[in-house]
């Protein structure tokens, strides 16, 4: 399918824009805000339905013709070709309690399937995004970029001064006496698993990821050349037209390189059965 530079670059214009205004808003608020739990034990903030609607109402002003799936509001992914699937802050524990690390995701769909993702961390003032076409069919960019520089893994192997890092629901890995690398554990899953895409680590694993937490990451880790790994099913897209994806986890390794696999999944399968 033939599709312009323009729209891309309207795409890309479009997230950098309303990730900023919507950041910096964020940026007043936070440690200000009233948290409340939600059935699945994550919190929901007046900040984070603020801030998808801000989202929401962007995407269907600047491009009607596309769905929107949301943490916050909508969980069935909807029949259009094109879909943004939106995290309004991802890391809402770190947001609420003051810690200056969180994000603000979107990813674009198309039949089912990231091929454009951005990441906005505006405590730390960086901005990724990134395009791939995959299987798509699509006339496209392709790149992994962090405030406008190209990112790849790099193809360290694993070591006592490499990092890996882990989800609060994915702790049990460290009861493996030799575990190879130092941990690290953020709490944020987007940022969590960019860290392999810009070759800060080596490797990362989600336990309970949802949809809305890697449908921005997938296009920039797979630009990346990072090695995407479903612990308990097949890769998550692309995504069935229809489903609800409120309550589905997608467990996730994250390696640097393939050739890891094999010494990494024994360690980190044990966060299947955990969640």
């Not at 994806?245 to 059965?273: C, I, K, M």
Request: glycine share 8%; aromatic share 10%; hydrophobic share 40%.
């Amino acid at each position: 399918m033939q599709v312009t530079q323009a729209f891309w670059d309207q795409v890309y214009h479009f997230s950098t824009d309303i990730t900023t205004e919507v950041g910096n808003t964020l940026l007043k608020a936070i440690g200000g805000a009233q948290a409340q739990e939600k059935q699945d034990g994550s919190l929901v903030t007046q900040y984070d339905q603020w801030s998808d609607e801000q989202l929401r109402t962007a995407i269907h002003q600047t491009f009607p013709d596309h769905g929107v799936l949301s943490e916050e509001t909508t969980h069935v992914l909807p029949a259009q070709d094109w879909c943004w699937i939106i995290d309004p802050i991802d890391g809402t524990t770190n947001f609420s309690q003051g810690i200056p690390l969180w994000a603000v995701s979107l990813g674009l769909l198309y039949r089912g399937t990231p091929v454009f993702g951005y990441i906005s961390v505006p405590p730390l003032n960086q901005r990724f995004h990134g395009y791939w076409p995959g299987d798509s069919g699509l006339d496209m960019p392709t790149g992994a970029f962090l405030n406008g520089d190209a990112i790849a893994t790099r193809p360290h192997d694993p070591g006592k001064n490499e990092f890996f890092s882990l989800c609060s629901r994915s702790t049990a890995v460290m009861s493996h006496p030799a575990f190879p690398c130092k941990v690290r554990m953020l709490g944020v899953a987007t940022y969590n698993l960019l860290l392999v895409a810009a070759g800060y680590a080596i490797g990362a694993v989600e336990a309970t990821p949802k949809v809305w937490d890697i449908a921005g990451i997938w296009p920039i880790l797979q630009a990346a050349g990072a090695t995407w790994i479903p612990l308990a099913e097949a890769p998550p897209f692309p995504l069935t037209v229809g489903a609800n994806y409120e309550t589905r986890p997608f467990p996730t390794l994250v390696l640097n390189h393939a050739d890891l696999e094999a010494q990494f999944r024994p360690l980190v399968e044990s966060v299947v059965g955990d969640r």
